[in-house]
């Protein structure tokens, strides 16, 4: 089992930028990868970030240059750093963990960004 908890997120302006914070606990070394997600009222998830156990990142094109993905293995975090955001941002994002066949997730962090 991998218990994942989600902060960082809030209000602010178009433009600004947010940091995403996703701390994990339980059987952590047992993970291969983790992403970040989004949604957001009348869409479908967004699958938006990943970062796999050896470093290799991919971005949706929707945040590709404006969002990093990274990991701090002796904090057990994975951070979202979000730049340049956009009231299309908005959105509640989760932290994903992919245990082998299992997938984990946290509770979710609002993201409103005003324009």
């Known amino acids: 089992q991998v218990q994942l908890v989600e902060s960082g997120g809030g209000l602010v302006q178009a433009g600004g930028s947010l940091r995403l914070s996703c701390v994990a606990s339980?059987?952590?070394?047992?993970?291969?990868?983790m992403n970040w997600e989004r949604r957001s009222p009348g869409k479908q998830r967004e699958l938006i970030a990943s970062?796999?156990?050896?470093?290799?990142?991919t971005y949706a094109d929707s945040v590709k240059g404006r969002f990093t993905i990274s990991r701090d293995h002796a904090k057990n975090t994975v951070y979202l750093q979000m730049d340049s955001l956009k009231p299309e941002d908005t959105a509640v994002y989760f932290c994903?963990?992919?245990?082998?066949?299992?997938?984990?997730w946290g509770q979710g962090t609002q993201v409103t960004v005003a324009s």
């Open positions: 339980g059987s952590i070394g047992s993970i291969t990868g």
């Open positions: 970062l796999t156990n050896e470093g290799i990142t």
């Open positions: 994903n963990a992919e245990e082998g066949l299992n997938d984990y």
